[in-house]
C-alpha cells in the first residue's frame, strides 16, 4: 500500500496514516524541499515571486501538510508508537525548517525581488518574509549561525518533551473515590467517574485531572478532602512537588534550558532578551509596552477583584462557618455563592446545552451574519467521534473543517484551531486550494445514550475556536503567507476567536440553541437573566488572573536570568498582582504550555490585548443591533470583509480601522466586564 503521507490529491488520509509511514514520508519529502532550495538559490535562478513559489512554496507546502498531519495525530490520538516516529522525526524536520529561514542565498534571492513587480498581497508577504529571515538568523555567519540552528533544534526537542510530560502527568493521575467522597458531584460526572473504575476492573469512581472530571468536582464535591487531593494533584502536575513516581514528569530543568537558550538567541539576533525579538512581528511596539498595558489594566481590575475576594470571604464565614478557606476551597464558595446570589448552578444550565443543539445554534448565527451555508461533507478522520463540515457562499465552497470534540486519552488538554491546509491560488496548477482547519475541544461526552452536555464556559470555548476557524477559512486573500491567520500579528489573531463569545451572552442567539436534555424545552428566560446578572461574576479576579500570566511570561522573557530559578519572579508577580495568592507548592508555571510549547512564549499578554479589539469591534454590532436583538447582517458583513477576509495582507491597525473607523480603547473592555466606573 502506499504511503499515505505523501497523498497530496485531496485531504490527508487519517484512516491509513501509520507510525511507520512517518520515517519513508519525511526522507522524501525533506529531500524534495532541499532539491528545491538548492534550485531557487543557484545563481541563475530568477529573483522573482512566483517563480520561488512554484518550486519551493510547493516543496515545502507539501513538507508541511504531512508533517502537519503528524503532529495533529500526535496531539489527539498519541500512542507510544506514533510519539517515537514523531520525536525520530523530528529533530530533522526542524533542521530543514531552519536552514530554510537562515539560508543567506534564499535572502538574497527575497531582497532582489521588485516589489513594484508584485501584487498587494505579495508585498505584504514579502515584507513579512525579509523580516523574518532576520529573526531566523539569516545575516548571521560562521559559528554564529550553526549555534543558533542548533538552538532551533533543541528548543524543538525540549518543548516537545515539555508537552509530552504535561499529557502524561494529566494521564497518569488516577483517584478512585467511594460513592460518599463524592457528595454534590453532579451526577453525570458520576456516571462517567463509576464506568471508567469499571473498565478498568476496579470498584469505586475514577477521578482524573482532565477538565471534565476535575473541573465539577472542585466546583461541587462538599468534602474538602477530596477537593484538596485533585487540587494538589493539579496544582504540583509535571513538576518537583508531585507525589511520588509523578516526579519523573518534572519539567523544572526543561524550562531553564528552554529559558537560557531563548535568551542566547535573542543575543544572537542582536537583542537583549527574548521578549524584545517576541514583540518584533507583533502589534506591540515593545516589552515595556505590554509591561505598562498589563500594570494599567491590573490597577483598574484591582478594585473589582478585591470585591470578589471580600464577597467570597464573608459568604464562607457567615453562611458556611468557614473562617479561613484554602486554595481548593475557592472554586467550591464561588459556585456556592453564585448559586445564592443568583439562584442558579451551572448544572442547572448544563441541561439546556446539548451539543447537537448547540452546534446548531452556532450554525445559524454563522450563516446569518456571514452570508454562508454550512453542511456536512464526508473525509478520512482519525476517531469516530470526528465530524467534517463544508462552508459554502452562493454554492461555492469556501471552505471545510474538522471538529473533534470529546476528551480522551492520548489526546492533549485544552482547545485550539489549527490549519489543515490554506487558502492558495496554487503556483504549480494554477487551482485555487480552498481552506481546511481542525477545531477541537476537550468536552465531556454524553452518558446513558443522551447527547454531551456543554456547560456554558463549553459554548464559550467552541464559540471561541470557530471565531479562530472563521478567520481561517473565509479568508479572499489568494497569497499563501498571508491569507487567513497567515501574516496576522500574533497579538491580534485573537480578535476573530474572542469577539465571537460575545454572541454566548445575546438572549435572541442564545434561545435558539438550547433543548433541555430530558425535556427538550428551550432555555428559560428567568435562567437567562441569572446567568446575564451573573456574568461579570469575579470579573475582577478573573482578569487579574489572566494578567498575572502575561506579567509573568513577560518578566519571564525581559528581566529574568534564565539561569536563575524562575519560582521568585512568579512570587514576585503574584505578590504584585493576584488578589488570592496560592499556596508555595503550586507550580501552574510546569504546565504552561502555551508559552513553553505553545508558540506564545512572551506573547501571552495577547489574549488581553486582543480582547481590547474584540470588545470595540462587538460594540458596533451592539450599536447597530436589529429591533428584534439580533445582529444587522450589515454590519456581519463589513466585520467580514475588513477583518476576516482580509488575512493578514494588510496590518491588524489597518483592517481594525477599516471597520470601526477609528484606533481601538479600552472602554468597551471595561464595559463588558462590568469594571466600568
Known amino acids: 500500500m502506499s504511503n499515505a503521507l505523501l497523498d497530496f490529491s485531496d485531504l490527508p488520509q487519517f484512516d491509513r496514516i501509520t507510525p511507520a509511514d512517518v520515517a519513508p514520508a519525511m526522507n522524501a519529502l525533506l529531500e524534495k524541499a532541499s532539491a528545491a532550495l538548492e534550485t531557487v538559490t543557484a545563481a541563475d535562478f530568477p529573483a522573482r515571486w512566483d517563480a520561488i513559489a512554484k518550486v519551493l512554496d510547493v516543496a515545502t507546502e507539501h513538507l508541511g501538510t504531512a508533517w502537519g498531519a503528524v503532529s495533529h495525530l500526535n496531539s489527539v490520538a498519541d500512542t507510544p508508537e506514533l510519539r517515537a516516529a514523531y520525536n525520530a522525526a523530528l529533530p530533522r524536520v526542524t533542521e530543514f525548517w531552519t536552514r530554510l529561514g537562515a539560508d543567506e542565498r534564499l535572502y538574497a534571492k527575497y531582497k532582489a525581488i521588485d516589489p513594484a513587480s508584485l501584487t498587494p498581497e505579495q508585498r505584504q508577504a514579502h515584507k513579512n518574509a525579509v523580516r523574518n529571515f532576520v529573526l531566523s538568523g539569516a545575516e548571521l555567519t560562521g559559528a554564529a549561525k550553526e549555534r543558533f540552528a542548533q538552538i532551533q533544534e533543541r528548543q524543538a526537542e525540549l518543548s516537545q518533551k515539555f508537552s509530552e510530560n504535561a499529557l502524561d502527568a494529566t494521564d497518569a493521575f488516577a483517584y478512585y473515590a467511594t460513592a460518599e467522597e463524592l457528595d454534590g458531584v453532579p451526577a453525570d460526572v458520576q456516571q462517567t467517574a463509576l464506568a471508567a473504575a469499571q473498565a478498568e476492573g476496579k470498584s469505586g469512581y475514577?477521578?482524573?485531572?482532565?477538565?471534565p472530571c476535575y473541573l465539577p468536582v472542585m466546583q461541587f464535591a462538599t468534602r474538602s478532602a477530596l477537593r484538596e487531593t485533585m487540587y494538589r494533584a493539579y496544582v504540583t502536575r509535571a513538576s518537583d512537588q508531585?507525589?511520588?513516581?509523578?516526579?519523573?514528569?518534572?519539567?523544572?530543568?526543561?524550562?531553564?534550558?528552554?529559558?537560557?537558550?531563548?535568551?542566547?538567541?535573542?543575543?544572537?539576533?542582536?537583542?537583549?532578551?527574548?521578549?524584545?525579538v517576541s514583540v518584533v512581528p507583533k502589534m506591540a511596539q515593545s516589552p515595556e509596552e505590554v509591561v505598562t498595558f498589563l500594570r494599567d489594566l491590573a490597577r483598574r481590575a484591582r478594585p473589582y477583584a478585591e470585591k470578589d475576594v471580600a464577597d467570597l470571604?464573608?459568604?464562607?464565614?457567615?453562611?458556611?462557618?468557614?473562617?479561613?478557606?484554602?486554595?481548593?476551597?475557592?472554586?467550591?464558595?464561588?459556585?456556592?455563592?453564585?448559586?445564592?446570589?443568583?439562584?442558579?448552578?451551572?448544572?442547572e444550565v448544563k441541561k439546556f446545552f446539548t451539543a447537537p443543539k448547540v452546534l446548531a445554534g452556532l450554525f445559524k448565527i454563522i450563516e446569518t451574519l456571514f452570508e454562508v451555508s454550512i453542511r456536512?461533507?464526508?473525509?478520512?478522520?482519525?476517531?469516530?467521534?470526528?465530524?467534517?463540515?463544508?462552508?459554502?457562499?452562493?454554492?461555492?465552497?469556501?471552505?471545510?473543517?474538522?471538529?473533534?470534540?470529546?476528551?480522551?486519552?492520548?489526546?492533549?488538554?485544552?482547545?485550539?484551531?489549527?490549519d489543515v491546509r490554506t487558502r492558495w491560488l496554487r503556483p504549480d496548477t494554477g487551482v485555487l486550494q480552498t481552506p481546511v482547519a481542525h477545531l477541537v475541544c476537550n468536552f465531556a461526552d454524553g452518558v446513558d445514550g443522551k447527547p454531551p452536555l456543554l456547560t456554558h464556559d463549553d459554548v464559550i470555548t467552541l464559540f471561541h475556536e470557530f471565531g479562530h476557524g472563521l478567520h481561517h477559512m473565509l479568508t479572499q486573500v489568494n497569497e499563501r503567507d498571508v491569507s487567513g491567520i497567515g501574516g496576522v500579528e500574533w497579538d491580534a489573531v485573537e480578535l476573530p476567536s474572542q469577539f465571537m463569545e460575545n454572541f454566548c451572552w445575546e438572549w435572541d442567539v442564545l434561545r435558539n440553541m438550547t433543548a433541555h436534555v430530558d425535556t427538550g424545552e428551550p432555555l428559560p428566560r428567568v435562567l437567562f437573566d441569572k446567568m446575564t446578572a451573573a456574568k461579570n461574576f469575579q470579573s475582577g479576579m478573573a482578569t487579574l488572573r489572566q494578567i498575572e500570566f502575561a506579567l509573568f511570561d513577560m518578566l519571564l522573557h525581559t528581566d529574568h536570568d534564565p539561569a536563575q530559578d524562575f519560582m521568585p519572579l512568579l512570587a514576585e508577580v503574584r505578590s504584585e498582582v493576584s488578589v488570592l495568592p496560592p499556596p508555595s507548592f503550586s507550580r501552574t508555571a510546569h504546565t504552561f504550555s502555551h508559552i513553553f510549547a505553545g508558540g506564545y512564549a512572551a506573547g501571552y499578554y495577547s489574549y488581553k490585548w486582543a480582547e481590547v479589539l474584540s470588545a470595540d469591534a462587538y460594540a458596533a454590532f451592539e450599536e447597530t443591533a436589529l429591533s428584534d436583538g439580533l445582529p444587522s447582517t450589515e454590519t456581519g458583513r463589513r466585520y467580514r470583509e475588513a477583518i476576516l477576509e482580509v488575512g493578514g495582507s494588510r496590518p491588524a491597525m489597518e483592517s481594525f480601522k477599516a471597520f470601526r473607523g477609528r484606533e481601538p480603547n479600552l472602554d468597551a473592555l471595561l464595559r463588558h466586564q462590568g469594571m466600568a466606573d
Open 376 to 418: 456536512r461533507d464526508s473525509a478520512p478522520v482519525w476517531n469516530a467521534a470526528v465530524e467534517f463540515y463544508r462552508i459554502e457562499r452562493n454554492g461555492q465552497l469556501v471552505g471545510q473543517f474538522y471538529l473533534d470534540q470529546p476528551a480522551r486519552t492520548g489526546k492533549r488538554g485544552g482547545a485550539w484551531m489549527d
Open 206 to 211: 475514577k477521578l482524573t485531572l482532565k477538565m
Open 313 to 347: 470571604r464573608d459568604f464562607a464565614a457567615s453562611q458556611l462557618g468557614l473562617q479561613d478557606p484554602q486554595a481548593w476551597d475557592w472554586p467550591y464558595l464561588a459556585e456556592k455563592l453564585k448559586e445564592a446570589r443568583y439562584a442558579f448552578s451551572e448544572q
Open 242 to 276: 508531585a507525589e511520588g513516581d509523578a516526579r519523573r514528569f518534572d519539567n523544572s530543568a526543561l524550562i531553564g534550558e528552554i529559558l537560557v537558550l531563548r535568551r542566547e538567541e535573542a543575543r544572537l539576533l542582536g537583542y537583549d532578551n527574548f521578549g524584545q
